[in-house]
């Protein structure tokens, strides 16, 4: 069942006149094959293989293609294991600098809003979902430099919002990629959707920026919501953002279906 806040998110009259792209972002056709159940102990083994080389400090193409060629997998099954993974070293700086969620309490938020958001529209569209060697929610989407508002937008943006009106942040800020084609029509739909929901514009604000990493790595001060492994690995104070509302909404059946999660980690 699908629960009052998705409907919000669908039905309220800033949402109404807001056009969206017939597309999704759910799982490749492939993808019921590659990530079957039965497929986890194998994809969960590369991981070990691929974090010891990691943790010694091998290239990480080389050693992926070495571990890919090892277990036979498929170069989907290759990119999967990829972003799951990580060295010892990261597993231990990521873990001493990871806040559990009460943190966002009356704290300065800083979000990087394409790393957050797409994740939750893949939730939504039923893709294929990681769960890493980190702990960090992670998606099999990819934008190659575009990004078009799909039907899942919308009740991600609201979902999103919902949550963190929950938490009760102190002010929260969107960051988007300049560069990355319709970021200035998303921050819009995120700008109508914060006064739609009746919440301060002076403390929650949408930025498009050149390259949101370079800000976010600079935020040493606020909490940082990212899943990005440069970001996680610049001794900022995170948090697991995607993950988080993931658990939110489905305490509360957010959601239309279970999510197709994947647990690596």
């Not at 009259?13 to 079957?36: C, I, Q, S, V, W």
């Not at 009760?168 to 998303?186: A, I, T």
């Not at 929650?204 to 949101?212: A, E, M, S």
């Not at 990212?226 to 610049?234: G, Y």
Request: proline fraction near 5%; hydrophobic fraction near 45%.
């Amino acid at each position: 069942m699908v629960s009052d806040v998705v409907c919000l998110a669908l039905e309220s009259a800033y949402f109404a006149n807001m056009p969206t792209e017939r597309r999704h972002r759910g799982p490749h056709p492939d993808d019921p094959k590659l990530f079957a159940v039965e497929q986890e102990a194998l994809l969960r083994e590369a991981l070990v293989d691929l974090a010891w080389l990691w943790s010694r400090e091998y290239a990480h193409p080389s050693s992926t293609r070495l571990v890919g060629d090892r277990y036979q997998l498929t170069s989907r099954q290759r990119e999967a294991v990829g972003r799951s993974c990580c060295s010892d070293d990261a597993l231990i700086l990521r873990g001493k600098h990871r806040l559990p969620v009460k943190a966002i309490k009356g704290a300065e938020l800083v979000i990087d809003g394409f790393n957050v958001l797409v994740t939750l529209e893949v939730i939504f569209s039923r893709g294929v979902l990681l769960r890493g060697r980190d702990g960090c929610l992670r998606d099999m989407a990819s934008m190659h430099g575009g990004y078009r508002l799909i039907g899942e937008t919308l009740p991600a943006i609201g979902v999103m919002l919902h949550a963190l009106m929950f938490w009760r942040p102190k002010s929260v800020q969107f960051l988007f990629d300049q560069p990355v084609s319709n970021s200035g029509r998303l921050a819009s739909a995120i700008r109508e959707a914060i006064v739609g929901f009746g919440l301060p514009e002076a403390t929650w604000q949408v930025g498009v920026v050149p390259d949101p990493d370079v800000v976010l790595k600079e935020k040493t001060s606020s909490l940082v919501a990212s899943a990005d492994s440069a970001i996680l690995d610049s001794r900022n104070q995170w948090i697991n953002l995607a993950e988080e509302i993931l658990r939110w909404g489905l305490a509360r059946e957010v959601f239309p279906h279970d999510p197709w999660l994947m647990d690596l980690g």
